[in-house]
């Protein structure tokens, strides 16, 4: 399948990678034992902002967009030391940093995917690259910081959103819908997901072991009523038994 990719505006696009680079450094910031300079801010905010689309990019083998333009870097380079020096401000900010965080990533997994479905990628890989594209600067954040992968534990929704979101633009354009229509519709899905997952918590439920007691029922067993002529300590007949399983 093949269709046409859907496209925002240069100055939109920018705004996006900006916003993530803007949060790459705000995060980078609170940890003081790594002894960062104004370079790895630096460095740490452009990953994060470009990063998807870096990994997008290469995934489908084509020249990545950020260095088509001479913008890009700048704009990001810039919005990481503006987020190192006003972390303060920004934090009191919060609930406009965190809705155009998630409406960068309903805006990377649109792009992600519809440009693989352009390039005539299957439905299932084209969702891969979305969400590649949407979490992929946070995922070269957190290994420039040496952490933990974030989209692999627990308490992040990033990755659902964006799966969710790429999902219904693939079977929207499967349906015969243009794609801006899905892009949009995506956006919003995504977008809608990742504030409800930081309004009340939502997370997948943590790994763990599984074995065959976790499946076996266990049902309340009845004791053998005893014969007649038995009695108890007490003298009296014992009632039935019921054992209550542990």
């Known amino acids: 399948m093949s269709t046409t990719a859907f496209t925002i505006p240069l100055w939109a696009d920018l705004v996006a990678v900006g ?74 900010l919060d609930p406009i940093i965190t809705f155009l965080d998630a409406l960068t990533i309903g805006l990377f997994g649109a792009i992600g995917t519809t440009k693989a479905l352009s390039l005539g990628l299957p439905e299932v890989p084209a969702v891969f690259v979305g969400v590649v594209s949407a979490v992929g600067g946070s995922i070269l954040r957190d290994i420039l910081l040496t952490l933990p992968i974030a989209v692999m534990h627990v308490g992040s929704f990033y990755a659902v959103a964006a799966g969710a979101g790429t999902v219904v633009l693939v079977v ?30 939502w ?6 072991e599984l074995s065959l007691s976790s499946f076996r029922p266990r049902w309340p067993r009845i004791a053998r009523r005893p014969a007649a002529t038995e009695r108890t300590d007490t003298g009296a007949l014992p009632r039935y038994k019921i054992d209550k399983p542990e």
């Open 172 to 201: 929207l354009v499967d349906l015969g819908v243009p794609p801006t229509i899905g892009a949009i519709v995506c956006v919003v899905v995504t977008l809608i997901l990742r504030l409800l997952a930081v309004q009340f918590g």
């Open 203 to 208: 997370s997948l439920p943590e790994q763990r």
């Open 19 to 92: 916003v993530g680079s803007l949060q790459g450094a705000m995060f980078a910031s609170g940890f003081r034992d790594r002894r960062l300079d104004w370079l790895g801010v630096a460095i740490i905010g452009v990953a994060t902002g470009v990063g998807g689309g870096l990994l997008r990019d290469l995934l489908l083998v084509t020249q990545p967009v950020a260095l088509q333009s001479n913008w890009y870097l700048p704009i990001t380079v810039v919005a990481a030391l503006i987020g190192m020096l006003l972390v303060r401000l920004f934090r009191r």
